[in-house]
């Protein structure tokens, strides 16, 4: 059905509803409207038969629902869908660097103290070893 509509074209149809009032393709629609092979433009729910005169033949009353969609460019669709992966690819890398750099910081600033205190014991280490290196060239 989809090869025989042009572009921006128009597919109407009707589908019979279950007991449950379920269209019994919904699947399979909504999988050709979430793919962008169409997009839904209006649909209608009635009861088929129900101006025939008393009942009269074996016609019975089905509640039937027409929709109507309009044909979309489905490689378009898949362009789009590949450059918007692409783009949150690049978004989630960039917020994995962010998240990382914030970590690091944090740490940074939680061992500040830690790290002060240590370098301070190394220099203090480093000058008693300079002077004992005087004293011991005296």
């Known amino acids: ?6 572009m921006g074209g128009f597919i109407i149809f ?3 509803l ?7 393709y919904h699947q399979e629609i909504d999988t050709l409207s979430n793919e962008m092979h169409w997009k839904f433009v209006t649909d209608h729910t009635f009861y088929r038969y129900d101006k025939l005169c008393g009942g009269q033949g074996k016609f019975s009353n089905k509640l ?7 044909r979309t460019d489905h ?14 690819a690049i978004e989630f890398e960039r917020r994995q660097k962010e998240i ?8 940074a600033k939680l061992n500040k103290n830690a790290n002060d205190r240590a370098q301070r ?6 000058s008693a070893k300079a002077e004992e290196d005087a004293l ?3």
């Open 121 to 126: 014991k190394m220099n203090a280490e480093m």
């Open 100 to 107: 990382e750099e914030r970590i690091k910081q944090k740490e």
């Open 64 to 70: 039937v629902k027409v929709v109507a969609y309009q």
């Open 1 to 6: 059905m989809m090869k025989y509509v042009k």
């Open 14 to 16: 009707t589908t019979k």
């Open 75 to 88: 490689n378009e669709y898949l362009i789009r869908e590949k450059d918007r992966l692409e783009a949150e």
């Open 18 to 24: 279950n007991l449950n009032q379920e269209n019994q």
């Open 136 to 138: 011991l060239q005296e």
